[in-house]
């Protein structure tokens, strides 16, 4: 295991060849790279922007998804290719899989460098099966068994507003993603709704008998936000009105202390490299969580996902 953390992301780099052919040639080992070491960086391509990254995608992943049940502010470039998030540069992204608290999610993320950071702005890994044997047992035991939940709380004044997270301005419609997702709502006023999803800890991707560290407990805490947004945010709100909070899944408080021995679970797995611009990185999302730096300078990184996989699927 150690061989494969010290190589995520493997490099591929530009052997004369343009990269969608590239990937025609060598498909079949690309993605049995890709899923056994979390991540793949194609360095040096003429990727042909925001079009030639689409091609990449489909050449490898086929079509890519649109993004729904949106949980940060991203806005369409093309087609389904996205921003990567629209958060303010001095904050970190804290290490997450995407779309862990959802029903179902991208098996692979790509994302793309067209313009550099002046200085950070890289997109972090961890090996969540790392992060898994970096937990003490007993908390993972406690996780697996009691499992975790995340309480999402849309404002009409403040923050992403429902409509925008679920795409419709029709409650019956939303009603019915949420009892498809098993996602359960509460409206509460005039336009304000909470949300209380409860998800495992612990996935297997297909394939694979490997247990990966797969959920936002650790992202959405209320303790993984700066200081002063913590205070802020819980002086406007109250803990119970957050715009997001994880509990265990019976709603019991997870203990702080639980809370930095995991974010240390995933920093001591994390690995960074420094983008160059036109590089594509691909994540495998059920192998290597992603965060973000924070960054100064005109950072463009656009991002798309693509095969979306259902637990229990195989
Ligand atoms: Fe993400």
């Known amino acids: 295991m150690s061989d494969t953390i010290a190589t995520l992301p493997v490099v591929v780099e530009n052997d004369g060849t343009p990269l969608t052919d590239l990937i025609d040639r060598r498909r079949a080992e690309l993605r049995t790279t890709l899923v056994e070491h979390g991540g793949l960086l ?29 949980s940060s502010p991203r806005h369409a470039i093309k087609g389904k290719v996205y921003t990567s998030t629209d958060y303010p ?40 099966r790392r992060v898994y044997q970096n937990i003490d047992p007993a908390v ?11 309480v999402r709380n849309f404002h009409a004044d403040f923050g992403t507003q429902w409509q925008h997270v679920f795409n419709t301005d029709d409650r019956a419609e939303v009603e019915a993603y949420a009892a498809a997702n098993r996602i359960e709502l509460e409206w509460l006023g005039a336009d304000g709704l909470r949300t209380r999803a409860v998800r495992d800890v612990v996935h297997h991707r297909p394939g694979s008998d490997i247990p990966r560290w797969f959920n936002h407990a650790t992202f959405f805490h209320v303790t993984s936000l700066a200081k002063d947004l913590q205070e802020g945010l819980l002086e406007l709100f109250g803990a119970e009105g957050l715009p997001a909070n994880t509990y265990y899944g019976d709603g019991a408080e997870i203990p702080t ?3 930095d021995h995991l974010r240390e679970a995933y920093r001591a797995a994390s690995v960074r490299f420094d983008y160059q611009r036109d590089d594509v990185l691909v994540v495998d999302n059920m192998t290597a969580a992603h965060g973000r730096e924070p960054f100064t300078g005109p950072r463009k990184i656009a991002v798309a996902m693509a095969e979306p996989h259902t637990p229990g699927e195989k």
């Open 42 to 70: 194609f360095r040096g391509f003429d990727v042909g922007g925001v079009d030639g990254f689409d091609r990449v995608v489909r050449a490898l992943a086929g079509e890519p998804l649109t993004y729904t049940e949106r």
């Open 89 to 128: 540069q001095d904050e970190e992204i804290f290490l997450h899989n995407e779309n862990s608290y959802q029903a179902r999610w991208p098996l692979t993320l790509f994302f793309y460098c067209i313009t550099p950071p002046d200085t950070l702005g890289a997109t972090p890994l961890a090996d969540v």
């Open 140 to 150: 993972r035991e406690e996780f697996v068994r009691r499992r975790w939940m995340l």
């Open 257 to 259: 202390d639980v809370m």
